[in-house]
């Protein structure tokens, strides 16, 4: 493990970079450094003479201040403000940095998650030295750093319907920095019942979304009012999944902090508002479209007054444990299409190339992915093709052309092994081949895909990716 | 003019929508002034029209569940919630904008 020295290395650089600077101010108190013990005491005298701000937070957030729309006031009630974070992803690291660096006075921060190399991208309040630390405590070191005079509250878990009440329950202000349909369900129906409002965003590839919902509190719309029905479990896509462009995630997050700032410094609500949502494209032409939504449902389950009373969200429901917010957005099970035999994992895949065996290796990630790396002499037929192919009327037409064609060249009856990314997407193409009785049935799916391969390192150092 | 008569129209795709539609974005479409059954075209016929006759991608229900857009996916008829506009009963004119969003959960 080579990286593991310059890491340790790293570590210990900081460790007498920070020795040393404490060196320095006891050395500096002890010789009676004029200046920096005048100034800490002018500081600790103005602060005592019941000013409401510290001396610094003037400095800090004067240029914010200065500004009508937040102004003295609006500066005194974002300090009094006690804003929770669900997240501290790519969303929630901008918008944590914003909130954090306006003095936003009691910032709670949950993430059950820890810093891996694949966040660094997009969650820029983590840093390489912080992989593998839990991403809460990644995040209130960068916080406390950037500005010490808020009160940082660490939850290091999973928000869970059990847990949600009692967490939710001391701040003003939400927000949804999350990655998952049940999550925002379970953010909304929480802060329905507490009726605090909801700053809620999310991204994937190029495009993103931001609503407040619950906004004026007790008569803006929730999350159920917009999205009554959660969506196929088949059609939910994660960052990890589909991907996403870090800037695309980090506006989404900073806009959030926006909208945060506004709701808090705010005297009071507004009677009424018109909810809208931003969303937001980088492709093809750079573009932020607002769009008008619709207010509260009257027969929403959660803020309004369903047609069967037994259907309403409750407190009393919510602590019983009775809404299960994870089967009401259902998951997809875990693809199991096929039987043992019809599978090999990457060892005896291996083999088959080490002796040299015929065979044909049909890689069918999407040319993006296959463009990153790819094991030599496969071949790319992308999943795509075959699912739209999956659904042809006759057997002949569920095999893609370019298959065929090289099938009709080489070796008919050679094997097939199937490769992608995780071992789903083969799996399903594996099944749809050997129905089509394609190499006389002889085609093995390879399990675990090939970041199984690049993980098990049978072939060596393979790109992780 | 008669029963050729047609409606110009802009359809988008949003949220990954547009994978299923030529990964395009934006559709500049003539859609027929009226249903088979000779109604005026609403949102709820273009919906169907959509997938016959602009939808390449043979996955349907990604788009498409139980005769109505299926669940995720918000309808803006000129920018605002087609909830507010009568939903699939709303009689399209014209140069109207109709904007398919598919909600998004990553962050």
């Known amino acids: ?465 | 003019m008669g029963e050729e008569a047609t409606l110009p129209i802009t359809v988008e795709f949003s949220g990954g929508l547009e994978l299923l539609f030529s990964k395009q974005k934006t559709h500049k479409v003539q859609i027929p002034a009226s249903d088979p059954s000779g109604k005026p075209a609403n949102v709820g016929f273009l919906v169907g029209w959509l997938c016959d006759n602009l939808m390449v991608d043979k996955r349907k229900d990604m788009f498409v569940m139980d005769g109505t857009v299926r669940n995720g996916i918000l309808v803006l008829i000129n920018d605002a919630d087609w909830e507010l506009e009568g939903e699939d009963e709303y009689v399209l004119e014209k140069g109207d904008n109709i904007l398919f969003v598919s909600t998004l959960h990553g962050g």
């Open chain 1, 1 to 465: 493990m080579q990286s593991q020295e310059p890491a340790a290395l790293q570590l210990r650089i900081q460790e007498l970079e920070a020795e040393l600077a404490a060196l320095r101010a006891s050395a500096q108190e002890a010789s009676g450094d004029i200046v920096t013990s005048a100034e800490a005491r002018e500081e600790q005298k103005e602060s005592n003479e019941n000013l409401p701000l510290l001396l610094d937070e003037y400095r800090r957030y004067g240029r914010q201040m200065i500004m009508p729309e937040i102004g003295f006031d609006g500066q005194l009630r974002l300090k009094r403000a006690k804003v929770l974070i669900v997240g501290a992803g790519g969303l929630g690291s901008p918008a944590a940095a914003y909130i954090a660096g306006a003095g936003v006075g009691t910032i709670g921060i949950i993430d059950h998650d820890t810093v891996e190399h694949s966040n660094l991208h997009r969650q820029i309040i983590h840093s390489t030295s912080k992989v593998g630390m839990s991403k809460v405590e990644s995040a209130i070191t960068y916080l406390k750093d950037l500005n010490p005079n808020p009160t940082y509250i660490p939850h290091v878990q999973a928000l869970t319907s059990a847990n949600a009440l009692p967490i939710l329950t001391p701040y003003d202000l939400i927000l949804d920095c999350t990655d998952h349909p049940s999550l925002r369900y379970l953010i909304s129906d929480t802060a329905i019942i507490l009726n605090k409002p909801i700053v809620s965003a999310s991204a994937l590839r190029t495009d993103g979304q931001l609503i407040v919902l619950n906004d004026p509190p007790g008569s803006g719309p929730c999350y159920r009012c917009i999205w009554p029905n959660p969506p196929p479990a088949s059609t939910v896509t994660s960052c990890g999944e589909g991907g996403i462009l870090g800037p695309v995630v980090g506006v989404m997050g900073v806009l959030q902090a926006l909208e945060a700032i506004k709701l808090l410094s705010r005297p009071a609500p507004p009677e009424q508002k018109t909810t809208s949502m931003t969303i937001f494209s980088a492709f093809p032409q750079m573009a932020f479209r607002t769009l008008k939504m619709r207010g509260r449902r009257k027969a929403c389950v959660a803020c309004g007054e369903p047609a069967d009373a037994k259907d309403k969200i409750t407190k009393e429901a919510m602590e019983k444990g009775l809404i299960d917010h994870i089967a009401f957005c259902g998951t997809s099970a875990p693809v199991g299409l096929l039987k043992p035999e019809e599978r090999v994992d990457v060892r005896e895949y291996m083999k088959v190339r080490d002796e040299g065996k015929e065979h044909t290796l049909l890689d069918v990630r999407d040319e993006t992915q296959f463009g990153i790396c790819k094991l030599e002499g496969s071949l790319n037929i992308p999943y795509s093709e075959f699912e739209s192919l999956a659904l042809a009327e006759d057997t002949a037409s569920k095999i893609p052309e370019s298959l065929q064609s090289i099938l009709a060249k080489g070796l008919p009856e050679a094997p097939i092994y199937v490769l992608c990314r995780l071992g789903n997407d083969s799996q399903h193409v594996t099944k749809q081949l050997k129905d089509a009785g394609v190499a006389g049935g002889r085609v093995f799916d390879i399990k675990g895909g090939i970041s199984e391969w690049a993980k098990s390192g049978v072939s060596g150092p393979f790109p992780q990716y």
